[in-house]
Nanobody
Framework: QVLLVESGGGLVQAGDSLRLSCAAS?????MGWFRQAPGEEREFLAA???????TYNTAVKGRFTISRDNAKNTIYLQMNSLRPDDTAVYYC????????????????WGQGTQVTVSS
């Protein structure tokens, strides 16, 4: 089991940027970011392989950028031009696959970090 700790969430205004971090307790394979707003299903955002291959939800592509530092066992999510509908708890997760978009392909999850975007 890999322990994951997210950080970087907070309260921002519409149009602002945030960078989320997710530190893993050990080496991992594919990693991804998801979010869940109240009353909504968990939503895939982006995933990255160990070699840096990425895939995005088209809803956030162009505004959000995923990256990773394998030496630090850490991934990041740079979020720009934030909107009120980006308000959610953001989670990182680990998959044994190279990369995955389905939450059920992920087997370890962080505790989540709250992002709130005010209008």
């Amino acid at each position: 089991q890999v322990l994951l700790v997210e950080s970087g969430g907070g309260l921002v205004q519409a149009g602002d940027s945030l960078r989320l971090s997710c530190a893993a307790s050990g080496r991992t394979n594919g990693m991804g970011w998801f979010r869940q707003a109240p009353g909504e299903e968990r939503e895939f955002l982006a995933a990255i392989s160990t070699s840096g291959g990425v895939t995005y939800n088209t809803a956030v592509k162009g505004r959000f950028t995923i990256s990773r530092d394998n030496a630090k066992n850490t991934i990041y999510l740079q979020m720009n031009s934030l909107r009120p509908d980006d308000t959610a708890v953001y989670y990182c997760a680990v998959t044994p696959l190279v990369v995955a978009t389905n939450q059920y392909d992920y087997n370890d999850w962080g505790q989540g970090t709250q992002v709130t975007v005010s209008s």
